[in-house]
């Protein structure tokens, strides 16, 4: 059984530009999430998908940010026109919508925005 | 709203010092999930346990373990006999329940502890 994986691990990109990340989550997870997480701080909630249905996104999830999960496995999260402070790592999770949610997570994406 | 502190922001230790890394939270919910990650110089954040809001028995597996004191809105972590390898940032997290119980999945974070092991 293979973890979540993301691509790429790092991205360096200028102001202005778009990004595309990817996550591959844990084969026979229903559930992805999406975290941030900054220098020194725990992750925080972006977004999840249950299948393809995107059931929350955090106020944190600006109109720059979108995220996808087209059909029910991997999901893309895409920002527009980055701005500095969007440099991050970007933290996916999968995990099995039983009674008990266990989170399993990637590696990340790191993002700099130069 | 749901929020979790980890008052010690970092923590440094000789090996095979036992250590406790602190988590104090709060929700509104009578049922909710409790979880301990660790994120390695990796940086891939690695589950470690999960306990439920209404079993408050204490767990102990190998060099860790967790007390969990409702009373207190408190899950604490222990490592007894550090070791060089138990480096990493350690995260307490917290995850609300609907009516039925289930866990709603999202995670709110402590800010974490960086705990450094030195031989």
């Known amino acids: 059984d293979t973890g979540v994986s993301q691509d790429p691990r790092h991205k360096i990109t200028k102001r202005g530009q778009n990004v595309t990340f990817r996550c591959d989550p844990i084969?026979?997870?229903?559930?992805l999430y999406w975290y941030r997480q900054t220098l020194g701080q725990g992750p925080e909630f972006l977004t999840y998908f249950q299948n393809e249905a995107q059931l929350e996104k955090s106020r944190l999830l600006s109109d720059r940010f979108s995220a996808e999960r087209p059909k029910g496995s991997f999901s893309t999260l895409e920002i527009q026109r980055t701005e500095q402070g969007d440099s991050a790592m970007y933290l996916c999770a999968s995990s099995f919508s039983g009674r008990v949610d266990t989170q399993y997570f990637g590696p990340g994406t790191r993002l700099t925005v130069l | 709203a749901q929020k979790v502190t980890q008052a010690q922001t970092e923590i440094s230790v000789v090996e095979k010092e036992d250590v406790t890394l602190d988590c104090v939270y709060e929700t509104r919910d009578t049922t909710y999930y409790l979880f301990w990650y660790k994120q390695p110089p990796s940086g891939e954040l690695v589950f470690l346990i999960r306990r439920n809001s209404f079993d408050e028995q204490n767990e102990i597996s190998g060099r860790y373990s967790w007390n969990f004191q409702k009373s207190t809105s408190s899950f604490n972590f222990t490592i007894t006999a550090s070791q060089v390898v138990d480096s990493a940032v350690y995260f307490c997290?917290?995850?609300?329940?609907?009516?039925?119980?289930?866990?709603?999945?999202?995670?709110?974070f402590g800010q974490g502890t960086i705990l450094t092991v030195h031989p």
């Open positions: 084969s026979e997870h229903n559930r």
């Open positions: 997290a917290l995850s609300e329940t609907n009516a039925g119980g289930t866990s709603y999945g999202k995670l709110t």
